[in-house]
């Protein structure tokens, strides 16, 4: 928006450049063309002929306008679930291969973390064994209880025997994973209708892959037609994938995206929010995402023991592995760096490995106790049989010293009130 850089007023001049390049932020994203048009002439209305306070450069406020449109547009609040009923029933609706299964998990672990919910997930999919085995899987996996029963070959009865098993042993939500097609069906349509029906849900999902672009929009409004769905879940939005896709459903379904999924691990679920939506698709990354999913995993416990040891000057390998192993908690390192502001497009194509930190922990694994916790022993003798214990290099050896050396830098500045400097850096 460089454009419009030390101009006093907002005029039609500059704001037709400023517009051009939204539009074309949005097409990138995936936005429906039509959707994009009518989206920066509201922009432009609302701009031409404001005068910009003092403290705002005529293109920040000009990006602000476009912010807050686009986060209204996207629904304003992010929007929770009806978790009301005893038990609070969600059912799962959506095509074969959206990622209903894997969402079903993620929403069971979501909510488990919670502490106050204790969910049930039951297996409707009475086509294919394999559906239901693989929700087993999932929910061995987050330690949530899999209702099934392949006996069985009417979805209506088992989704209603799941709510029953639900109730007699004090599961207060039950999340039902529906059978999908690979393309809009009507069998498909009246059975999910019937499974409705049948137990009342508070709660129903349509789960859809964000990276089917136009296609997203259309099965979206297929499914609305006929279920009237409460909220939509937008997977498949790590890496590179902008999010248009949300606004385009948006605006055509008009009913709330309610979560996103960022990755195929467990954790990889964030509820949606529109402004931080809006950022993205502006390319202004999901900082504030990453910063709450960092806060989620991290222990506070062990926190405050490393920072004792950094005040006393006692940080070693055994805490730097311990860092590391929090860090992949959170996500496959792509999910993650794809969350950085202009990564996405940087990183397009690029393929990040997730064993980045293998040799790291086997270096750290070829080092005695001692050596760990007192790194200033590691002399070029001791240096030279890691590296072999490891299958490393010396020089592997010493990028690592370096890499530890400049963490526990860094760590002591964040020590001295640096923290806030530190995401003042990162912003900007
Ligand atoms: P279902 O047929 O709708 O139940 O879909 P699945 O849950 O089996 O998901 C289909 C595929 O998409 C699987 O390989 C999942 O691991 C993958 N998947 C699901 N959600 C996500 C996501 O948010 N990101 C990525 N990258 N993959 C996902």
Do not use: W
């Not at 899999?146 to 639900?166: C, I, M, R, Y």
């Not at 892959?209 to 296609?215: E, P, V």
């Not at 393929?351 to 270096?363: L, P, T, V």
């Amino acid at each position: 928006m460089h454009v419009l850089r030390g101009h006093g007023q907002i005029t039609e001049i500059n704001v037709a450049e400023t517009t051009k390049e939204i539009r074309r932020a949005l097409l990138d994203a995936d936005v429906n063309f039509k959707i994009a048009k009518e989206f920066t002439n509201t922009v432009k209305e609302k701009a031409i002929g404001q005068n910009v306070l003092t403290t705002l450069q005529p293109g920040q406020l000009l990006t602000k306008i476009v912010k807050d449109e686009l986060t209204q547009l996207m629904g304003g609040e992010a929007e929770g679930v009806d978790l009301q009923g005893s038990p609070a029933v969600i059912l799962m609706s959506g095509l074969q291969g959206s990622g209903k299964t894997t969402f079903s998990g993620k929403l069971a672990n979501f909510l488990k973390s919670k502490k106050t919910k204790n969910p049930l997930l039951v297996a409707c999919d009475v086509y294919r064994p394999a559906a239901i085995d693989q929700l087993h899987v999932v929910g061995d996996q987050i330690g949530v209880p899999v209702f099934s029963d392949k006996e069985v070959k009417d979805p209506v009865q088992l989704a209603k025997a799941g709510v029953a098993h639900a109730k007699q042993n004090g599961h207060n939500v039950v999340i039902i994973d529906t059978a999908g097609r690979l393309a809009v069906d009507e069998q498909m349509m009246t059975e999910i209708s019937n499974i409705r029906d049948a137990v009342s849900p508070g709660e129903i999902l349509f789960v859809v892959d964000a990276m089917t672009g136009q296609d997203a929009v259309n099965t979206a409004k297929a499914f609305n037609d006929v279920l009237d769905f409460d909220g939509v879940v937008l997977t498949k939005l790590d890496g590179d994938t902008r999010g248009g896709a949300a606004i385009s459903i948006k605006s055509v379904v008009d009913k709330p995206i309610k979560f996103i999924g960022t990755g195929e691990k467990m954790e990889a679920i964030d509820v949606f929010h529109p402004s931080r939506m809006a950022d993205r698709i502006l390319g202004m990354g999901d900082v504030v995402s990453l910063v709450e999913r960092a806060q989620e995993q991290f222990d506070e416990e062990q926190a405050r023991k490393i920072q004792k040891k950094i005040a006393k000057n006692r940080f070693g390998f055994d805490d730097f592995l311990s860092q590391i192993h929090q860090i992949k908690k959170m996500g496959s390192m792509k999910d993650l760096v794809g969350m950085l502001p202009g990564a996405g497009k940087a990183l397009k194509g690029m393929d990040i490995d997730d064993d980045a930190f293998k040799h790291i922990e086997a270096i750290i694994y070829s080092m005695t106790p001692d050596e760990r916790s007192n790194p200033s022993l590691l002399d070029a003798r001791r240096k030279r049989r890691i590296a072999a214990g490891s299958g490393t290099s010396i020089q592997e050896v010493n990028q690592l010293l370096k890499q530890f050396n400049q963490m526990s830098k860094m760590m002591k500045m964040m020590q001295g009130g640096g923290g806030k400097k530190m995401m003042q850096m990162m912003q900007n």
